[in-house]
């Protein structure tokens, strides 16, 4: 064989073959991202309705692509060395969190369809549509590198999005806190992704776990430094304590459909990323960042219920202020179950699945319920729900089951479930003391649920014209306005799904008796 002849023969070796089933979910999402863009420069002002129902389109397509992926596990972008070594794996894991994350970018697409009037609607859709994609790709990322790619791409059209009221204050300082915050904790896991580099000489996952196994003794400072910087970087996007403090202004400043988005997507990215570098990275070094997640897990329950006890119901934009809050709490609990794997094995991480899973059915209803009555009642305090029900009695009934599942009290039997399967991973690892943090949380968590609850069926005080979702007409009359058909939609998948799941909890439960790896 020539010395051209032998060249071409390893070129040809290093050629990667692609698997476009695998990454069809991420790859539509971002292929409909492009579409948008460039229609928004040639489609009509009049006609920019159409971009919406694209981006539905889109997301939808996203969705269905993720079936013909349940019969196994795909695997593509593999070393041409060794093909057991891949960059994305389309597990059983992966497609779980696809799933949620596409699912909760349509929900926001359809919160934003009657809302996008008063952003630049082409940037709005595009944006939307890049920071879903890099959501639904991370999940599957199975080397450093692209988690940190695919992390990014999630986060940096997050905080355009935050900030896309022009001429809006709050907005504008939400988005630079954000992304203030978010830029340092991104520069901190870089660190620390270089230092685990150094320590094995690999990025992908699973050779990274292999050579943490037996590091030489001149590298173990380095390689632990090395993992629990990498954290920092998740832990942000999670909203963990000390790295919650972004959240309240954040979600208060943005659109309400982003505000959404981030407490359902945005926290979900960052739990498949730090479960992806925790139990496939870094097993062998559960010693240190199994007691971390714990104690994060307990202060982040705890200051995040804390922060929600002490909102007042008359404070401009306290029912947003109480969501973020419950949405610190509720990190809290998703962090028990990858804290437990450290200690009881990596099966423990099917709990954080099964509970982000219910949590993001009706923390979306929950703030579709908020973006219906937002639109007469723009401080959106929480004293402007008392009397929805006698206004808007399904819209009311709704959110008293959203917050019910969230409180995990019947009817809202799945956030009962999904709350006991978290309490029970803590007890089973032997954190008996991180199950009475959560104990005391729940029931703290009780007041400030129920207390929301009980505002929806009160009558108002003062004039009648203050009640939710009405106003009053030239003639001293309420006049109820109807309620955009998209948001009525999303209000009621997200109602209906929640009925489904606390009907038959094993829908969602069963991820946790899995191996999802």
């Given amino acids: 064989m020539t010395v051209a002849a032998e060249s071409a023969a390893s070129a040809a070796g290093l050629v990667q073959s692609v698997d476009w089933l695998a990454i069809a979910p991420p790859t539509i999402t971002a292929a409909v991202a492009l579409i948008v863009l460039l229609a928004d420069l040639f489609v009509p002002e009049h006609r920019k309705p159409l971009l919406g ?46 799933l949620l994350v596409l699912g909760g970018a349509l929900l926001t697409a359809l919160l934003s369809l009657h809302d996008t009037w008063k952003l630049p609607v082409g940037e709005y ?46 907005s504008s300082e939400a988005a630079l806190k954000f992304f ?65 403090f972004w959240v309240p202004d954040t979600y208060v400043g943005a659109p309400l459909p982003i505000a959404a988005y981030l407490s359902v997507v945005g926290k979900a990215v960052g739990f498949s990323g730090l479960i992806l570098v925790t139990v496939v990275a870094f097993p062998s070094y559960g010693n240190v960042w199994g007691p971390v997640l714990a104690v994060l897990a307990a202060l982040t329950m705890t200051v995040g219920n804390v922060a929600a006890l002490r909102q007042s119901s008359t404070r401009a934009w306290s029912a947003v202020r109480l969501l973020a809050w419950s949405s610190v709490g509720q990190a809290g609990y998703l962090l028990v179950p ?42 959106n305090r929480i004293s402007d729900y008392a009397g929805l029900y006698s206004r808007r009695p399904l819209a009311a009934l709704s959110m ?60 108002p005080e003062g004039q009648p014209e203050q009640a939710a979702g009405a106003e009053a007409s030239a003639h001293g009359e309420l006049v109820v306005h ?30 946790a008796g899995v191996n999802l790896f």
């Fill in 125 to 170: 859709w595009f944006l939307l549509l890049s920071s879903a994609a890099g959501a639904a790709l991370l999940p599957a990322s199975r080397d450093l590198a692209t988690l940190v790619v695919a992390l990014e791409v999630a986060s940096l059209p997050a905080f355009a999005l935050v900030g896309m009221r022009r001429g809006d204050r709050l």
């Fill in 53 to 98: 129902g694209i981006t539905i389109a889109g997301l939808v397509a996203a969705l269905i692509s993720l079936v013909p992926l349940l019969h196994g596990d795909r695997s593509t972008f593999c070393l041409p060395t060794d093909a057991a070594v891949c960059s994305y794996t389309a597990d059983h894991f992966a497609l779980v969190i696809q």
């Fill in 400 to 459: 008293g089951f959203f917050l019910l599942c969230l409180a995990g009290l019947p009817p809202g039997i799945i956030g009962l479930f999904a709350k006991v399967t978290v309490f029970s991973t803590a007890v089973d690892a032997g954190l008996g003391w991180l199950a009475v943090v959560m104990a005391v949380n729940v029931v703290i968590a009780l007041y400030y649920y129920l207390q929301w609850t009980a505002v929806l069926f009160r009558a």
């Fill in 338 to 379: 990858i804290a437990a794997a450290a200690y009881a094995g990596h099966e423990r991480i099917g709990s954080t699945v099964a509970y982000a899973l219910m949590y993001a059915v009706v923390n979306l209803g929950a703030f579709a319920v908020v973006a219906l009555v937002a639109r007469m009642q723009p401080l």
């Fill in 180 to 244: 203030l915050s978010s830029v340092t904790a991104t520069a901190v896991m870089l660190l620390g992704v270089s230092f685990v580099y150094v320590t094995t000489g690999s990025l992908h996952l699973t050779r990274v776990a292999a050579e943490l196994n037996d590091v030489p003794g001149q590298f173990e400072t380095l390689a632990e430094a090395g993992v629990a910087l990498t954290l920092v970087g998740f832990a942000f996007k999670t909203a963990a304590a000390p790295f919650h």
């Fill in 482 to 511: 109807r309620a955009p058909v998209a948001v009525t939609a999303a209000i009621a998948l997200t109602a209906v799904a929640g009925v489904v799941l606390s009907g038959a909890p094993q829908l969602v439960l069963r991820f």
